[in-house]
């Protein structure tokens, strides 16, 4: 048998391990991607519908400017921070989940608030709005659990053998994940 044959089959399977390798990992990184779209097409349905909600609160509530403004300002915030799909590291997302929860808390207020404008709650554009708002929220949430979904097993991939050996020579890092909220993790306090 001839010498250079095994030392040529040695060097043909390392490449299609590595091209095997490369391949999985692209398409992993591509469905985490995808599913990152799609939180961000769910914040920015969620960013449309609040300007629609404080133009109607704004006729009925005039006079609540400061909580408006502050609907307004945390929208603009939350839509400044951007994330590049393919490069989503734990930092990125920490900043990016800061500036939602600012939009979530003012968004709060501004609910709370309209309990108190008796017209404003019974006002047909209002309850649809925020009956979208609702439903926009729990997209929001069945987003990021897919996004962490295929993020994670985008991670495991690049972490696991062979493909460790090769992940960050070919440029593919970990992806950050959605966390929780450090006020999510002790239950609210609910008195009557």
């Not at 591509?30 to 909600?53: C, F, H, M, P």
């Amino acid at each position: 048998m001839k010498k250079w044959l095994l030392p040529l089959g040695i060097i043909a399977l390392i490449v299609i391990l590595v091209f095997s390798s490369y391949n999985g990992m692209v398409s992993l990184r591509a469905d985490a991607e995808k599913t990152w779209a799609d939180v961000q097409s769910s914040y920015q349905r969620r960013n449309d519908l609040i300007g629609n909600l404080v133009e109607t609160v704004k006729g009925a509530a005039a006079h609540e400017r400061e909580t408006l403004s502050a609907v307004v300002e945390a929208r603009a915030k939350a839509t400044q921070t951007t994330i590049d799909p393919s490069n989503v590291t734990p930092e990125q997302m920490a900043e990016f989940q800061k500036a939602q929860a600012g939009v979530s808390g003012a968004l709060s207020r501004l609910l709370v608030t309209v309990e108190q404008y008796p017209d404003l709650k019974a006002n047909q554009n209002f309850l649809e709005l925020q009956s979208q708002l609702e439903g926009t929220e729990n997209r929001i949430n069945v987003a990021r659990d897919r996004f962490n979904e295929a993020a994670t097993i985008y991670n495991k991939k690049i972490k696991t053998l062979p493909n460790v050996l090769f992940a960050g020579m070919l440029g593919f890092k970990e992806m950050g994940l959605f966390q929780a909220e450090e006020a999510a993790q002790s239950a609210p306090k609910v008195q009557f």
